[in-house]
């Protein structure tokens, strides 16, 4: 902050009159009236402060000081104060205006006169007050916006307002009067010994009072006093709030600043100004779990960080939440799975599955999610946790990932995306360690987080458990510093999954922001700071990451309490996420829908479907309302990791098929025996076969055939559904489990529905699909394999040990997740990502490209008509993949937009869907590790039009032509 500012005008004014006759004159003089206040350009003057003082100098050029103690002469010019003579400390010196401390001390009437080359002016009364205040301000007029700073020595301006409530504020003025520590005249006050005002000035921020904190000697300067004050929280909004200092009564110039309700981060910076060292410290770490606080969590949940009463901080109550209330912690509505909600393709039914969750927890007193699963589990199908997962292309999965996010903390939960990075297999998740070049995962894996980042404001990440190129994920510098806070600007927290942390200053350093559950190294934190290993400038920046996370999703202004949950509400969401995610894979001979007049007989086979349906196990675990249903005991699954339980959600596909056919004979066959399964088939019109396949967080399939897990008595599903399909033709395959898996039965049967982990409405869902009473519209968001010879790792990369880290080579595949792969392959899969039937037909007609690349909104827009062409009104999901030029080096082709159209029969709808070059998504980009940026490769673009990403069922809408950029 400098101190003077110099009146440029005044001086300009003073200049003029001098042509007139300057050096005729023989004498210096000094204006009438002319000594001003040097900060509002007012008199009267107070002693101790900064003045300008008008008249003609007779001096040739300006003069300025150069160094403290001000000197008393500038140019031979001096101005002495009588009746005691002292001569005045100056800061500068022109022909017309001299700019001066008035010296400490003064008590009126006092004259001043001035002197040059011998010559001494006549003498001017001074108009002196005790005080006299004065606020700089930025132009020289004493009027409009005042030179006020916030805590950063950052102006306040339009660009950064004020935040009330939240900005503690550096007014600069000068006339405050008498100070203790008084310097000598022109000389700087001190760091050390402050000069305090002897009466603190009150402030007022449009008309409200405002704290003042200190206010004294601006330590370094002469003459200029400081203010540092609080903007009260009920200051008016405004980008001009009058601003006023009063010392003793007597009131400043008025000065405006622009004062808005505080940011986040405001609110953040502040809160830690008030804290101490060790209640920093306490939010950046768990206070759960077994290893060293080992204690029960308030509210249950996964994880707990107690908050600080005395600052109101609130407490972090922390739950797994990825498809529906997880952890235990009570009955909440148990959502089909995140990747059904993929399957939807419709970004805003995914919000809304994102508002059950967010609400569910809220009513449970919890108020951090730890959903937001994003892994590109398309990289291995077999992964337990891929229900979890919103499927293997990054621009779908970013997006789905970022409305369940939106949807959470738009009920003040905090959300996460997780886990960060590459923690694409569970078999040895703790030491896995993924090899992958910076193209590699930049174009995939990361870039779904990318999007979901971006488009989401998600206020958490969580850093996973494997290791990327050698270094543990919750110290990896290029990951989370470099990446993620640096080239993406993230603004909230990374937390660890659970005990993945590996040290306690690499991982402070590198950019973990919270140890969870517990403290194993972050309890040393204050110590490695202590020591010089950590600056606490990093210790306040995890603080700010994390209290920026609470106000930025509302967690001081909504604290807990505690609601019942409104479980047909949510119910309600659950069951149109299934009905739009479960997935038509076949339907011969238009075997579906059923028609309830004519069915006469059903037979209900295997996978408890008389009572219920399954769920995926795991954190994401939901215990359903009304609590697990009671199936048949026996039901053991090898592998099982010891802490997941089998959850069976209490919803029956029969209870509701009958209710759709109430004059069919419903009968249910447990699916254990095969010949007596096959004998209810052959006496039935109809069989539907209900597959299931339980997976979990903490365990990989061995393979992809239903078999590969068997219950303990000995069910081969492949068998059972090959029996019944040889008793009866009309068979439908309904699958409840989490992903991808091989059909050896397919040509056999009438029809197959993916349901996937259908939630508990999955009993009306899958009977309102298999009638018709619902279309089906659901695409599948990853491939399903023809067989695991199919996958860039036939078989999944084993640990040597639970300690030793090992490879897994994902240069394999690289950027080629999924689709890519096969089409970069040439393998045909056994259905294609964005696969999916419906009762009723589409054509797409007429497409045309329009290129905008000259834009100032670089783009493309792809017009086209969807027509309905069957019997049945219905949704397509209208694809757009592009095709790059050769020189790329990419997949065939990849997803860059689409949307979702319902059309009743016969209907035609004309759609345009653009795709910008400057998304976050980058349909057009390649990542150039040399340059360390994404690039655009000139040469021909296609674009590809349909309703899956096989070739078979594209179109080439157009092509676009892109010259060297
Ligand atoms: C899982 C996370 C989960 C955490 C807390 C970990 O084992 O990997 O996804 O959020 O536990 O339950």
Redesign the pocket.
């Known amino acids: 902050m400098s101190a003077i500012k110099v009146s440029t005008a005044a001086a300009g004014a003073c200049l003029m009159a001098s042509f007139s006759g300057a050096w005729a004159q023989s004498a210096p003089s000094i204006n009438s009236g002319g000594i001003v206040n040097a900060a509002s350009y007012t008199s009267p003057v107070a002693p101790g402060s900064i003045v300008a003082v008008y008249g003609d100098f007779l001096l040739g050029a300006p003069a300025g000081a150069s160094s403290v103690p001000l000197p008393t002469s500038l140019g031979g010019l001096s101005l002495a104060f009588g009746p005691y003579g002292i001569e005045a400390p100056l800061f500068y010196a022109s022909n017309g205006q001299v700019n001066l401390q008035l010296p400490w001390g003064l008590t009126g009437p006092v004259t001043l006169t001035a002197t040059i080359n011998g010559q001494v002016s006549a003498l001017q009364t001074v108009n002196l007050a005790q005080v006299a205040p004065g606020i700089f301000t930025v132009n020289s007029q004493g009027t409009g916006a005042g030179a006020i700073l916030d805590s950063n020595y950052n102006l306040i301006g339009a660009t950064n307002p004020a935040g009330a409530g939240a900005t503690d504020i550096l007014i600069y003025c000068t006339g405050l009067g008498p100070v203790s520590n008084t310097p000598a005249n022109g000389a700087a006050a001190s760091a050390t010994q402050l000069s305090t005002v002897a009466t603190m000035p009150t402030v007022t921020i449009g008309g409200v009072n405002a704290p003042v904190l200190w206010a004294g000697l601006a330590p370094g300067t002469v003459g200029e006093y400081q203010v540092n004050a609080m903007v009260p929280a009920n200051a008016p909004i405004g980008d001009a709030v009058q601003l006023i200092v009063y010392e003793n009564g007597v009131p400043s110039n008025t000065v405006t600043i622009n004062v808005q309700p505080p940011t986040p981060d405001q609110q953040a910076d502040y809160m830690i100004s008030q804290m101490t060292p060790s209640q920093e410290l306490q939010l950046v770490y768990g206070a759960g779990g077994p290893v060293t606080n080992d204690f029960a969590l308030p509210q249950g949940g ?2 707990y960080v107690p908050g600080i009463a005395s600052l109101g901080i609130p407490s972090l109550y922390l739950a ?1 939440g990825s498809v529906g209330v ?2 235990g912690v009570g009955e909440a509505t148990a959502l089909p799975s995140s990747i059904a909600s993929a399957a939807t393709w419709d970004l805003n039914l995914a919000y809304q599955y994102g508002t059950v969750i967010g609400a569910e927890l809220r009513d449970y007193g919890m108020n951090a999610n ?1 959903g937001g ?1 994003i892994n590109l589990t398309g990289r291995e199908p077999r992964d337990g946790r891929t229900f979890e997962t919103k499927g293997e292309d990054p621009i779908l999965a970013g997006q789905i990932a970022a409305q369940h996010i939106s949807g959470v903390q738009s009920q003040h939960v905090i959300g996460c995306i ?2 960060f990075a590459l923690n694409d297999q569970e078999t040895g998740r703790t030491t896995a360690n993924a090899e992958i070049t910076s193209r590699g995962m930049i174009e995939s894996d990361l870039l779904a987080f990318e999007i979901g980042i971006a488009e989401s404001n998600v206020q958490s990440v ?1 850093c996973a ?1 494997n290791l990327v190129n050698g270094v543990y994920n919750c110290e990896n510098a290029q990951l989370l510093s470099g990446i993620l806070k640096g080239d993406w600007q993230f603004p909230g927290f990374v937390m660890s ?2 005990w993945a942390t590996h040290s306690t200053v690499n991982a402070a350093l590198n950019g973990l922001d919270q140890e969870q ?1 517990d403290n194993q190294y972050f309890s040393t934190l204050g110590q490695a700071i202590a020591a010089g290993e950590v600056p606490q400038s990093r210790l306040d920046n995890m603080v700010h990451r994390i209290l920026r996370a609470m106000y930025a999703v509302g967690l001081f202004e909504y604290p807990e309490s505690l609601q019942p949950v409104n479980t047909s509400a949510d119910e309600a969401i659950a069951q149109s996420v299934e009905e739009q995610g479960a997935v038509l894979l076949k339907n011969a001979n238009n075997l579906l829908p059923l028609n309830a007049s004519t069915v006469k007989s059903i037979a209900i086979i295997g996978s408890n479907a008389n009572v219920a349906v399954l769920s995926g196990g ?3 675990q939901v215990t359903p309302t009304g609590g697990p249903a009671s199936v048949p005991a026996g039901t053991v699954y090898p592998a099982t990791p010891g802490w997941a339980d089998v959850v069976w959600d209490p919803s029956s596909p029969m209870t509701a098929i009958q209710a759709m056919a109430p004059n069919a004979s419903v009968q249910f066959d447990p699916g254990t025996s095969n010949t007596t399964a096959a004998a209810l088939a052959a006496q039935s019109q109809v069989a539907v076969v209900f597959v299931s396949q339980w997976t979990s ?1 903490g365990m990989d399939l061995p393979g992809l055939n239903l078999t590969d897990l068997t219950d303990s008595l000995g069910t081969d599903q492949d068998s059972l559904v090959a029996a019944v399909a040889a008793a009866n033709p009309n068979t439908i395959v309904v699958a409840e489990n989490g992903g991808p898996f091989v059909m050896p039965w397919l040509s056999s049967v009438g029809a197959v529905l993916e349901a996937w982990f259908p939630g508990q409405k999955g009993g009306p869902a899958i009977a309102n699909l298999l009638f018709g009473a619902v279309n089906p519209s659901g695409k599948l968001p990853l491939t399903f394999p023809a067989s695991v010879d199919q996958l860039p790792r036939p078989s999944i990369p084993q640990p040597p040990d639970s300690v030793t880290p090992f490879p897994v080579n994902y240069n394999i595949e690289g950027f080629n997740v999924g689709y890519k792969w096969y089409d970069s392959q040439g393998l045909t899969p056994l259905f294609p990502f964005g696969f999916g039937l419906s009762y009723t037909t589409f054509s797409f007609s007429n497409p045309s490209v329009v290129n905008n690349f000259s834009s100032s909104n670089p783009n493309f827009q792809v017009t086209f008509t969807l027509t309905n062409t069957g019997a049945a009104a219905g949704a397509e999901v209208a694809q757009v993949y592009l095709g790059l030029p050769a020189a790329a080096g990419e997949a065939p082709k990849r997803l860059v937009g689409w949307e979702k159209v319902t059309l009743n029969p016969g209907a035609s709808q004309q759609i345009t869907i653009e795709v910008d070059a400057n998304d976050v998504s980058e349909p057009f980009g390649v990542w150039n590790d040399t340059l360390g940026a994404w690039v655009i490769t000139p040469g021909t673009y296609t674009v590809y039009l349909g309703n899956s990403s096989s070739a078979t069922s594209l179109i080439t809408a157009g092509t676009l032509q892109l010259s060297p950029q």
């Open positions: 996964a994880g797994d997880g952890n730890l699963n997780k886990h969580m458990y999954d659970w559950p795991g954190s994401a967080e």
